[in-house]
């Protein structure tokens, strides 16, 4: 049975996440205080005991999420047998140092510079996103397209739910149009900016200088990733698309169908939450999804 492995982005974090692991696995104990060291603060602490708030900051979220994910990978053991990975928006930074593209020290570094890198972005000019749900994803594509001002479709998360994102007037001119147009809900959502959008320029700039630094090794399986939708072995063309994905799409509903197509016969969620498999769901209720868990 092929499986593939995905990982879930920002949004899925949780007070205690990764405590299990620390108490249970060497392995677990000796990255989470290598993360610590590499971060230069005590991460794991605001992870196991911190407040929800807490767990916003932005030098915080990004790599709380990508260490439980990448952490729970490493400590999976011989369990741990991708046939493809990917990863939802900082995602695959977790994918692509489970499947040995990205070392999890150089992996770590590369989260905690996106990381402070979009929120300089996002206090440059106020932006945002907003939800679509209930349309066609051309018919939100073309709503984009006809309002003066930045907004575009940034992450196809399932089929018939979009999220735009942009300057905050245009953001909301689009919500309005897209209400009247039809939209079930056309929701802003509470976020520090544009992901996704070209309003991310500045840090995809600052991102690209330190990835293209980093040494990018031939991956054990295929990565689907998230601005191609489409399995990538080539170290090389990984780091171009990475380097492209903070101002492009998700295309998260074009890489379930993808998999999928490509003989996907299980997911298998590595990290917080159940986001991802939900998604899989809206593609085909029957399909199976599970979460990853420490073997006791």
């Not at 510079?113 to 066609?136: H, V």
């Amino acid at each position: 049975m092929m499986k593939a492995y995905v990982f879930p982005g920002q949004g899925a974090q949780f007070s205690g996440m990764g405590k299990d692991l620390y108490d249970n696995s060497d392995i677990a104990r000796e990255m989470f205080d290598k993360a610590n060291e590499v971060l230069g603060f005590d991460i794991t602490k605001i992870m196991f005991e911190g407040t929800a708030e807490e767990l916003k900051e932005t030098k915080v979220t990004q790599p709380a999420i990508f260490l439980h994910s990448t952490i729970l990978a490493a400590t999976l053991g011989d369990a741990f047998k991708p046939d493809m990975v990917a990863g939802h928006s900082l995602g695959e930074l977790s994918a692509l140092v489970a499947n040995k593209t990205l070392n999890f020290e150089d992996g770590l570094k590369l989260v905690s510079k996106r990381a402070l890198a979009m929120q300089a972005a996002c206090e440059a000019e106020p932006s945002t996103m907003a939800a679509i749900l209930g349309l066609d994803d051309d018919v939100v594509e073309n709503a984009c397209a006809e309002i003066d001002g930045v907004v575009v479709a940034a992450n196809y998360n399932c089929p018939g739910q979009l999220v735009i994102s942009g300057a905050v007037p245009a953001v909301e001119e689009a919500c309005a149009k897209l209400t009247e147009t039809g939209a079930r809900r056309a929701l802003m959502l509470p976020v520090g900016g544009a992901f996704h959008s070209p309003l991310m320029e500045p840090a995809r700039e600052e991102l690209a200088a330190a990835i293209e630094a980093t040494t990018f090794s031939q991956p054990t399986c295929p990565v689907y990733q998230n601005v191609v939708a489409a399995a990538v072995t080539d170290p090389a063309v990984i780091q171009k698309n990475l380097v492209a994905q903070l101002t492009a799409p998700v295309r998260w509903t074009q890489t379930m169908h993808s998999m999928i197509t490509d003989g996907a016969e299980e997911v298998i969620e590595v990290g917080p939450g159940k986001v991802l498999q939900g998604l899989f769901k809206k593609v085909d209720r029957k399909f199976p999804t599970s979460s990853a868990t420490l073997e006791a």
